[in-house]
């Protein structure tokens, strides 16, 4: 008996089928059976199942001699099921890669419940991809099982048959099967989570619901949308004959009349000419189905009148968003004159030569090389006024409290810009903000450039999508200093930005705390064993994809394979952070305790103190982790497509920080057999490090305070570059 049964009803998708298919066929968990069901489709879908299910014995084919809808041809499939578990698939979908996995991890840890209910992701046909916006109920949900009444919020959820799977002999034992029509799910899922006494949550994307253009059943305008009303009277029904669920009712009262208000307020759902009888059919079935004492408030309250009500209260609605949309359009037209005024007054007055603004991240918080040098400031300069522009009051929530911040674009933060000489930042300010004369602008950088950036990303269409380069340009133009760790980063900002700016050979002041050995209460806050072995690995984005994200690696496969006495941490690039990449698998994988998700540390410095080693690809990460002098590995399974999309200004694999991997069984082998921290590891390691550690001593922070903002002298590392003049005298070296 396999663990899982697939039922995949097919019609009319043969663009799509081969790719539902594969990413059935193909998961890591192979214990299922696949049950394509032929809706009689006009297309090629019986000969591509037919082909299928000669080359894998998983897969058995019905033909159905007349096309009967989606829910009957998921009928047809369940009496040849002989799994455990139900997984209703529609057959222009796929599974996630290592989906099926996961749901059999959960039910297990959960011993079998009823229904799994389990996260999905839309994605569109132009490329993008978006993350179910309730998400995070699946996370409250926690770990245990529960019912509707302990946990209604689960209802909030998508109401449809594919974001679950059912244990088979649950199904069978409530005779639940699907009605003919359109919205053939309402009718399953509202009994079936009703009804079921254990419901478990996996806070993980399983499946990527197809958003297209055109051919999506629901987004055509058809007289079949009158069915929610036959649907919604049969979960009526199934309340009315269960006693113990009739203090659900008012709840399906509201919701149905929510979601028929939904269709109706849709263009492209029904046609003009029906709009007034789908109202009033609707009407009559919310007042039939109103339970006594349950007021009509809210959107379904509008059922309570006319269709002519109905028509004006919409035309009102539109109305005042209308004018509210041009109101705020003056309003912030009136408080950019304000603003502008406000800065123009504060232009008059003398820069404070004690102020310094510092901003990090495009302003989310206090990081990197602007934190360590605010930091360093207040401790050898507490003279200096030190002030942080953050993004929103949330981002200031999260400052110490002993810390000065102004909101961006605040009267604040106008006369703070104003009048302040030093601005330090790691990525370009605003546009709006003015350099005034005599105010000093110091460029830190995120890290040292291995991929492409500024005017190099001009031949690569994909990775500057969005991206204006000659805007960046132009912001570039305010800079003053441009520090760097070593002269790789020197030569690539000066060629990737051409702007008039001194390049500074400080180091990098985040990586001080590297060089110097600094403390780091990771391992501790994490639960992690003082015995263990680290290995971080800080996969970067992926340009060739347009959310940026690419499971290069199997996480829990990875953690198991460096077996007992070894912790898998990993951090994705911050602009994976709140987008789906998580919830692709880390997050459920971090709730079970398999690995470590440390993609919200504030400190990167802790993360890579607590770490053993590093593996990663092309993330610039591995040039501050090589200031500890510890093993990396680089996987770099698809530099091709990488280097082709983002482009690379050094090849890695040829002079990379250590061993270097092409395929997921390399990777373990090289851990498995210890050789990621032989001789040959060391060698190449003290090799990167004299190239890219050039500048970090261990006191850049100290020399951009008293040199930049302090004036006095000090030693520095080495030369000092301007752009389009010859080498001259360092001007952090002491006369």
Not at 411 to 430: I, K
Not at 545 to 558: E, N, W
Request: proline share 6%; hydrophobic share 40%.
């Amino acid at each position: 008996m396999p663990r899982f049964s697939l039922i995949v009803p097919c019609f009319k998708v043969q663009g799509f089928l081969r790719e539902c298919l594969d990413s059935v066929l193909l998961q890591s968990f192979s214990d299922l059976e696949l049950i394509a069901v032929d809706d009689r489709s006009p297309d090629g879908c019986g000969a591509i199942l037919d082909e299928y299910a000669a080359r894998d014995p998983r897969v058995r084919v019905l033909h159905l001699p007349e096309n009967v809808g989606l829910g009957r041809a998921r009928n047809a499939g369940m009496p040849h099921a002989t799994g455990d578990y139900l997984f209703f698939l529609d057959s222009d979908d796929t599974l996630t890669p290592g989906a099926l996995r996961a749901i059999a991890d959960r039910l297990a840890e959960a011993e079998d419940p009823d229904v799994l209910v389990f996260d999905y992701a839309r994605t569109y046909w132009w490329g993008g991809t978006r993350r179910n916006a309730l998400a995070e109920v699946l996370a409250e949900a926690g770990a245990g099982t529960f019912t509707v009444d302990a946990f209604p919020r689960v209802l909030d959820l998508l109401m449809v048959v594919w974001n679950k799977v059912y244990r088979r002999e649950f199904v069978a034992s409530e005779g639940f099967e699907f009605p003919p029509g359109y919205y053939e799910d309402t009718p399953w899922t509202f009994p079936a989570l009703l009804s079921a006494r254990r419901i478990a949550a996996l806070d993980r994307i399983c499946v990527n619901y197809r958003q297209r253009r055109q051919g999506n059943i629901l987004s055509t305008t058809s007289r079949k949308h009158f069915d929610i009303h036959d649907q919604y009277e049969r979960v009526f029904a199934f309340v009315e004959q269960r006693p113990e669920l009739a203090h659900w009712r008012p709840y399906l009262h509201r919701k149905m009349g929510e979601h028929c208000l939904d269709i109706l307020a849709k263009p492209d759902r029904l046609p003009p000419t029906d709009r007034a009888e789908f109202f009033r059919r609707t009407a009559t079935m919310f007042r039939a189905h109103r339970p006594e004492g349950t007021p009509a408030d809210g959107e379904a309250g509008l059922l309570e009148g006319s269709w002519t009500a109905y028509r004006i209260r919409r035309q009102a609605t539109r109305a005042g968003r209308e004018a509210a949309r041009q109101a705020g359009v003056v309003r912030e037209a009136a408080a950019a004159r304000v603003r502008s005024g406000w800065a123009a007054l504060h232009a008059h007055r003398p820069l404070d030569p004690e102020l310094v603004v510092y901003s990090a991240s495009s302003h989310r918080g206090m990081f990197g090389d602007p934190a360590a040098i605010h930091a360093k400031a207040r401790e050898i300069a507490p003279r200096l006024r030190g002030v942080w522009v953050v993004r929103d009051a949330e981002t200031a929530a999260r400052l110490p409290p002993d810390v000065e911040h102004v909101i961006v674009g605040s009267r604040r933060y106008l006369e703070v810009t104003a009048r302040a000489t030093f601005f330090v930042n790691d990525v370009n300010w605003p546009g709006a903000l003015v350099k005034r004369p005599g105010s000093v602008h110091i460029q830190t950088h995120q890290g040292t450039p291995l991929k492409y950036v500024g005017v190099d990303l001009l031949d690569k269409p994909g990775a500057r999508l969005g991206f204006d380069v000659p805007q960046m340009l132009r912001r570039a133009d305010r800079w003053d200093y441009s520090l760097v760790a070593n002269r790789h980063s020197e030569l690539v900002w000066e060629r990737a930005f051409p702007c008039h700016f001194t390049s500074l050979r400080t180091g990098s002041p985040r990586n001080d705390v590297l060089v110097n050995g600094g403390p780091s209460d990771f391992r501790e806050r994490h639960g992690i064993p003082t015995d263990h072995t680290v290995v971080l690995y800080a996969p970067t984005r992926r340009d060739y994809r347009r959310s940026g994200h690419v499971d290069r690696i199997d996480l829990a496969r990875f953690a198991a394979d460096l077996g007992e006495g070894h912790t898998l941490v990993v951090r994705l690039h911050p602009s994976l952070a709140q987008g789906p990449a998580r919830g692709m698998g880390l997050a459920e994988l971090a709730r079970r305790g398999i690995v470590v998700d440390a993609t919200d540390e504030p400190r990167l410095a802790d993360v890579l103190l607590a770490a053993d080693a590093l593996v990663t690809d092309y993330s610039s990460v591995m040039f501050d982790y090589a200031d500890l002098d510890r093993p990396i590995v680089v996987h770099a399974d698809d530099r091709p497509a990488f280097t082709a999309s983002r482009g690379a200004y050094l090849d890695i694999t040829a002079e990379p920080p250590g061993h270097v991997t092409r395929s997921y069984r390399e990777l373990t082998r090289l851990f498995a057999s210890g050789s990621w921290r032989d001789e040959e590891s060391a060698r190449l390691r003290a090799g990167f490090r004299a190239r890219f550690c050039e500048f970090d001593d261990g006191r850049a922070a100290e020399r951009v305070v008293r040199t930049l903002l302090l004036g006095e002298p000090m030693t520095g590392p080495g030369a000092v570059r301007i752009p389009g003049q010859a080498v001259g005298r360092d001007t952090l070296t002491s006369a």
